[in-house]
């Protein structure tokens, strides 16, 4: 499986980003599927996972209600729709898929990686 993340840019506080994982290799069926991000000085974080086979869906508590991560089955592809965001969203986003069936939230319970993408968000 190999993973291709984008969609990042520079936005203001407030405003809505949205950001796709692409695999062009397996397709999803199966698998669980994450985005993390990485803040300057910071540990790799957990935002957000699904279950491809179900759709169950679980979020960190920072962006509930902000965020949704959204599947396409007919384009093998994961979203991060992200809205209000705020500064302290501001990192490196990274997709990651898990060829197995069942929620998870840490780094190394993940098999691939995409290569992340900037997201910026000015104050």
């Known amino acids: 499986v190999q993973l291709q993340a984008s969609g990042g840019g520079l936005v203001q506080a407030g405003g809505s980003l949205r950001l796709s994982c692409v695999s062009s290799?397996?397709?999803?069926?199966?698998?669980?599927m994450a985005w993390f991000r990485k803040a300057p000085g910071k540990e790799r974080e957990f935002v957000a996972v699904?279950?491809?086979?179900?759709?169950?869906?679980y979020y960190t508590d920072s962006v509930k209600g902000r965020f949704t991560i959204i599947r396409d089955g007919a384009h093998n592809t994961v979203f991060l729709q992200m809205n209000n965001l705020k500064p302290e969203d501001t990192a490196v986003y990274y997709c990651?898929?898990?060829?197995?069936?069942?929620?998870?939230?840490?780094?190394?319970?993940?098999?691939?990686w995409g290569q992340g993408t900037q997201v910026t968000v000015s104050s």
């Open positions: 990651a898929a898990r060829g197995e069936p069942t929620i998870a939230t840490e780094p190394r319970r993940f098999d691939y």
């Open positions: 290799g397996s397709p999803f069926n199966g698998y669980t």
């Open positions: 699904l279950r491809w086979n179900g759709g169950n869906t």
